[in-house]
């Protein structure tokens, strides 16, 4: 007894069955007078039906009856019925001949309760398995939107959906029918209105918001399909990206004190999968946002080391377009600092790694050897440059960020990545202020990381007065000042630093190539050697004062050695003054170091409290 044509594939969508007193009823309408003889149990619920029309059909239930031996056999019972009671129920209809429509959201419960129960050709034509596979075949696969419903209700079907590749063959429908309008798409682009060039068709890849009701499994395989059949690359990125900000939604912060387990373990697995999804796609199709938002998730659910290094890969090959707040990612550790340094750090890394392989590529090509200096990038290295001295001084009032990581990020820009080092001397000088418990080597360590040449005339005169600053460093800066002041009054064309960096107001010039540069940079660099080293004189001899006067406090003496240390400053003066005639300027250093010499007696009383 088979189905009536007009319901062989229908379109209306239903869904199955669940009332297990259905079955009952058949026996009631069409054996109205012959008792039910068998009660089959699935999965707790009861049928009772007649054994003709199951054997008929079913090969499974034939064969579990003739092996029972018992002609009076009256309960069976089924285990691991694929699709449970209600699968089972549209299964008995077919046997009894009941019209009912197979629909994507049945078709593959049917054709997985059909292969268990044995439902083939030798039993019966047209059985359930030949009708099912024929649904599959003429309806669902021809279409993109129907595959996709057939692969959302395999859900719970497996290991035997994946037996009678059901999945692969929805799988591959997607892809090949995605294939395919993205041809039809692209034509249609080609067809421009005439008089205003606007096109006249752009059909959008509807399916890349349907694929996100996928599972990550699935979803993961529908992507490689597309690939393979060449779906557009821009395509899958979008696709990508709909599918993590749709699946991705409402993550809990992870609390570092919290020990169970994290309910977040699913995200975990999107985000890993999705990202090695990217790993395929080219680095600039992916935008730089979204990447700093998936590895902030990352850091969120804890994803694997290897999954937070891609994304910190893909952000360093763009770096320079990141912004400041892209960088100020939160840090989980509760005993760290409040941003995340070591990320930021090994993203740097990943851009200056770029760089270098970048310059020796073409300095490969081009036969030139530029000796460390790298120009093929140099705008890149100086957006960079700016963006990471704006980050240090953000990161620098926080009082648990380690000195050693503060250094690290300065430390790891080279010097042609800053044309000037006010924002430099600026991070530095909030990570002063904010740890005043610094020790004076620690200071002076930090401080070296300033080139006093590369300071602005304002942040010249503000570091002259700075307390918090090495009495060393400000020296450093007052001899500068003397240069750049000699050079401003005699006008000699000679003074290359001068002229380079120095504009008549005392502001640095634009930023040059420092392939450009660099032989300019060593003869100037020869022409400065014998100054420092009489620079370097002059320091040790007001070091070894200064010394002399911390000695006199220690012995109580402190006010005639402080007046000794006074002049002998204003004797070091006066020997700077040798460099240029700056007679207002040199009495304006003196109160300058004066303020100096108020930081190191501050720095005294705490070392010896």
């Known amino acids: 007894m088979g189905m009536t044509s007009e319901s062989a594939f229908p379109f209306a969508s239903t869904k199955l069955a669940t009332s297990p007193r259905f079955c009952n009823s058949i026996s009631r309408r069409i054996f109205s007078d012959v008792v039910g003889d068998i009660t089959i149990f699935v999965d707790g619920q009861s049928f009772l039906l007649h054994k003709f029309p199951l ?147 752009d059909c959008q890849d509807w399916w890349v918001e349907d694929l996100s009701v996928l599972s990550i499994d699935l979803y993961q395989r529908v992507i490689a399909a597309m690939r393979r059949t060449g779906v557009r690359s821009d395509s899958i990125t979008t696709s990508i990206m709909h599918y993590a900000q749709t699946s991705l939604k409402g993550i809990e912060r992870r609390q570092a004190w919290d020990s169970s387990a994290f309910v977040g373990d699913k995200q975990r697995v999107i985000i890993e999968t999705l990202v090695g999804l990217l790993a395929t796609e080219k680095i600039a199709s992916v935008p730089l946002s979204f990447l700093f938002g998936m590895l902030r998730m990352a850091i969120e659910v804890d994803a694997g080391l290897g999954c937070r290094l891609e994304l910190e890969r893909r952000i360093g090959f763009q770096l320079e377009m990141a912004s400041l707040d892209d960088l100020l990612i939160p840090s989980l550790q509760t005993s760290d600092s409040v941003f995340d340094v070591d990320t930021v750090h090994r993203i740097l890394v990943n851009f200056l790694q770029r760089i270098e392989d970048e310059d020796s590529e073409e300095s490969s090509h081009c036969g030139y050897e530029s000796e460390g200096l790298k120009s093929p990038n140099h705008s ?116 290359g630093f001068s002229q380079r960096m120095i504009s008549s107001s005392g502001v640095p010039s634009a930023a040059v190539s420092p392939r450009d540069n660099y032989a300019s940079l060593r003869r100037e660099n020869r022409e400065l050697k014998l100054e420092i080293s009489r620079m370097r004189v002059r320091l040790s001899e007001l070091e070894k004062e200064q010394a002399f006067m911390k000695q006199g406090m220690r012995d109580g003496r402190s006010g005639e050695h402080g007046r000794a240390f006074f002049a002998s400053l204003s004797r070091g003066i006066g020997r700077i003054a040798m460099f240029g005639p700056a007679t207002g300027k040199q009495h304006r250093s003196t109160r300058k170091l004066q303020a100096s010499d108020g930081k190191s007696r501050r720095r005294h009383r705490q070392s010896v409290s």
């Open 380 to 495: 890149s290295v100086l957006k960079v440059g700016r963006l990471m001295d704006g980050y240090l001084a953000e990161i620098a009032p926080d009082p648990s960020l380690k000195l050693q990581k503060f250094m690290a990020i300065v430390e790891l820009l080279p010097d042609y990545a800053r044309v000037i080092d006010d924002g430099l001397y600026r991070a530095i000088d909030i990570y002063l202020k904010a740890h005043p418990s610094l020790t004076e080597s620690e200071c002076k360590k930090l401080c070296k990381l300033i080139d006093c040449q590369k300071l602005s005339q304002e942040a010249s005169n503000h570091a002259a007065q700075n307390d918090r600053l090495p009495v060393q460093m400000v020296i450093r800066v007052l001899y500068f000042e003397q240069l750049r002041l000699k050079s401003a009054l005699s006008g000699n064309s000679g003074d």
């Open 55 to 201: 054997v008929s059909r079913s090969g499974k239930i034939r064969k579990m009856i003739v092996e029972s031996k018992d002609p009076e056999l009256s309960k069976l019972e089924l285990f691991n019925v694929p699709g449970g009671a209600a699968a089972f129920e549209l299964a008995a209809k077919f046997c009894y001949g009941t019209n009912f429509e197979i629909t994507t959201s049945n078709v593959a419960h049917l054709r997985c309760i059909a292969e268990y129960l044995e439902m083939t050709e030798d039993y019966q034509e047209e059985n359930l398995i030949v009708r099912t596979e024929t649904y599959l075949n003429e309806i669902v696969v021809q279409s993109l939107e129907k595959s996709l419903e057939v692969l959302c209700a395999c859900e719970g079907l497996q290991p035997i959906v994946e037996e009678l590749g059901i999945l692969n063959r929805c799988v591959d429908a997607i892809a090949i029918n995605a294939s395919k309008e993205q041809l039809v798409s692209g034509l249609a682009r080609l067809e421009c209105d005439a008089g205003s060039g606007k096109l006249k068709m």
